[in-house]
């Protein structure tokens, strides 16, 4: 999703700087960017932590000049296992990365924005975080937190004209959700990923492009009057419940 966003982003005119762990190789990031006629920067970041959180928005600030958008969108599935069973370390990464790691990104690219009058964050939540979920009790508990802290965000910074939203995937064509299906299903994984998209009403999995173009909009001018939303794009999973 995050590849999908550089490209759809640059696409549309905005300098992109792409954020991922050091270890990353975000070479094709940078390069989906660039193919797509916009300029782009690739930060080394952990976003559990504070100061690299402050040095990406830095890096954007001594780069560019200003940041406009923040899309929240780093994130982990975790383990699947019920919740008498979860292992407390993989339950921590999990709340760590996407529920600390956002808050942070809030924390500190929204000072930049109102400096600069205003700006956008859109984060990437989950139909998991609108209802229930079995096995992933951690990331459904993340995905509701971040379903929390967009809509208290938007109350907080609506008067300094920043808007803040959330996109709320169901299955997308992602590693992660490869992961997920190997880890349930093991050499039965394509079973998983069957079953999983039999239950989605459009009858398949989400294309990373589709999501990119819901933040794009939410990011634009176009939603100017569009704030503390949490919109799912799901082919329809999340309509009968």
Not at 208 to 226: G, M, N, Q, R, T
Request: hydrophobic residues 45%; negative net charge.
């Amino acid at each position: 999703i995050g590849l999908a966003a550089c490209e759809r982003f640059a696409s549309e005119g905005a300098t992109v700087v792409a954020v991922d762990l050091a270890t990353t190789d975000l070479g094709a990031a940078v390069a989906a960017a660039e193919s797509a006629g916009g300029e782009a920067l690739a930060v080394g970041a952990d976003v559990t932590k504070s100061d690299e959180v402050a040095g990406y928005v830095q890096a954007a600030m001594d780069n560019f000049g200003r940041v406009d958008v923040l899309f929240n969108n780093a994130g982990i599935e975790g383990t699947y296992f019920p919740m008498v069973d979860y292992p407390e370390e993989d339950f921590d990464q999990v709340i760590a990365v996407n529920v600390r790691g956002v808050w942070l990104g809030i924390k500190y690219a929204a000072p930049a924005m109102i400096a600069g009058g205003g700006g956008a964050i859109v984060n990437t939540a989950s139909v998991a975080g609108l209802f229930g979920s079995r096995g992933i009790s951690p990331y459904s508990a993340s995905k509701h937190a971040v379903a929390g802290l967009t809509k208290s965000a938007a109350l907080e910074l609506a008067t300094s004209g920043v808007r803040v939203n959330a996109v709320c995937p169901s299955p997308i064509e992602t590693r992660m959700m490869r992961s997920l299906e190997t880890f349930i299903g093991g050499e039965n994984a394509d079973d998983v990923r069957k079953g999983m998209a039999e239950r989605i009403p459009a009858q398949r999995y989400g294309e990373p492009h589709e999501v990119a173009a819901l933040v794009a909009f939410l990011a634009s001018d176009d939603a100017s009057y569009i704030t503390g939303g949490l919109y799912p794009i799901d082919g329809g999973f999340s309509a009968g419940r």
